[in-house]
Nanobody, 126 residues
Framework: QVRLVESGGGEVQPGGSLRLSCAAS????????MGWFRQAPGKEREGVVV????????VRAEAVKGRFAISRDNPNKMLHLQMRNLKPEDTAMYYC???????????????????WGQGIQVTVSS
């Protein structure tokens, strides 16, 4: 059974940084697409940054380019999201997601992903 558990959320002031982590179990790390999505109140869930754990470039949403980056710890099956220069509009529930395929057509679309974590809140406020 696949399980994804997020950690590291919280509240930060604008311009600050946070690092989210996703611990994955029940899947062979290195053969999945994994990434981060977010959903703000009243808005649809949107892709933030995703990557193929077997290697390859990240795919980032335009709104987070230059500020957010993924790092992979394959031996420990961890996926991290480093967020810098946070803005109030980054406030949302953040979700870790995984899909056991070596290629997806629309990597930033949530319907491509089967497995989801429970989510963790990130609040950017002064």
């Amino acid at each position: 059974q696949v399980r994804l558990v997020e950690s590291g959320g919280g509240e930060v002031q604008p311009g600050g940084s946070l690092r989210l982590s996703c611990a994955a179990s029940g899947l062979p790390f290195g053969t999945y697409y994994m990434g981060w999505f977010r959903q703000a109140p009243g808005k649809e869930r949107e892709g933030v940054v995703v990557v193929y754990t077997g290697g390859g470039s990240e795919v980032r949403a335009e709104a987070v380019k230059g500020r957010f980056a993924i790092s992979r710890d394959n031996p420990n099956k961890m996926l991290h999201l480093q967020m810098r220069n946070l803005k109030p509009e980054d406030t949302a529930m953040y979700y870790c997601a995984a899909e056991q395929r070596n290629w997806v057509q629309e990597p930033l679309m949530d319907y491509e992903y089967t497995h989801w974590g429970q989510g963790i809140q990130v609040t950017v406020s002064s």
